[in-house]
């Protein structure tokens, strides 16, 4: 069946220091990719996304790294802030189709 | 003004039971969705409609009747409520006709059936 992403891992960070979240993906076709944020009682929300015709892509705090040799995908969240736990989620799409496909998610805690 | 919701937040059952929740959304999308989240916050899509027209059927039982009155809302009622629909259903809502797909989420409705 179709994955992204294997694992619930849990990353616990120290407020300030910077985030990487790591999720594969398990379908060549995919040329989109988002990441989203849950936070709890919450439904997820679009933080970042990148095509497959880019490596690298920057938002506000977060840069979002593609490496579809070895179709992996990696989320940094720079100097993370108390507000950035949650449970972080990689999804992978292909253009016009309407199905998206979510990793498992990893939470991120932080501790102060 | 809440882009996609959904009613209601919580919902507690007994086994057996029939039961709706409804989703609704003002961002103009032509397609909307209705995931179930497991306890280990595993998000896996059960149906999609685009322009009122079911796109996506994932193997869902047939205890479960998605309905699309309009483009802006998407229904999802369950009959005979079993032990394991416990979970929290997201309904989501997109613009399929851009290239790109980003779903938007509603808050979610909790369910637990008892």
């Known amino acids: 069946g179709e994955s992204v992403g294997l694992h619930l891992p849990t990353l616990s960070v120290q407020e300030g220091d910077n985030s990487i979240i790591n999720c594969a993906y398990s379908?060549?076709?995919?040329?989109?990719f988002i990441w989203y944020k849950q936070e709890s009682g919450k439904g997820p929300q679009f933080i970042i996304d990148?095509?497959?015709?880019?490596d690298k892509r920057q938002g506000q705090r977060v840069t979002v790294l593609l490496n579809k040799t070895v179709k992996h995908l990696s989320l940094q969240i720079a100097a993370t802030q108390p507000g950035d736990s949650a449970v972080y989620f990689c999804?992978?799409?292909?253009?016009?189709?309407?199905?998206?496909?979510f990793g498992q998610g990893t939470r991120l805690t932080i501790n102060p | 003004d809440t882009a996609v919701s959904q009613t209601p937040k919580y919902l507690v059952t007994q086994m057996g039971n029939d039961k709706s929740i409804k989703c609704e959304q003002n961002?103009?999308?032509?397609?909307m969705y209705w995931y179930k989240q497991d306890s280990k916050k595993f998000l896996k899509i059960m149906f999609s409609?685009?322009?009122?027209?079911?796109?996506i059927n994932e193997t869902v039982p047939n205890r479960f009747s998605p309905k699309s009155p309009d483009k802006a809302h998407l229904n999802l009622h369950i009959n005979s409520l079993e032990l394991g629909d416990s979970a929290v259903y997201f309904c989501?809502?997109?613009?399929?006709?851009?290239?790109?797909?980003?779903?938007?989420f509603g808050p979610g409705t909790r369910l637990t059936v008892l």
């Open positions: 989501a809502s997109s613009q399929v006709q851009r290239s790109y797909n980003e779903q938007f």
């Open positions: 379908n060549s076709a995919s040329d989109y």
């Open positions: 990148i095509r497959s015709n880019m």
């Open positions: 999804a992978e799409g292909v253009q016009g189709a309407q199905k998206l496909v």
């Open positions: 961002l103009g999308h032509d397609t």
């Open positions: 409609y685009n322009n009122k027209e079911l796109i």
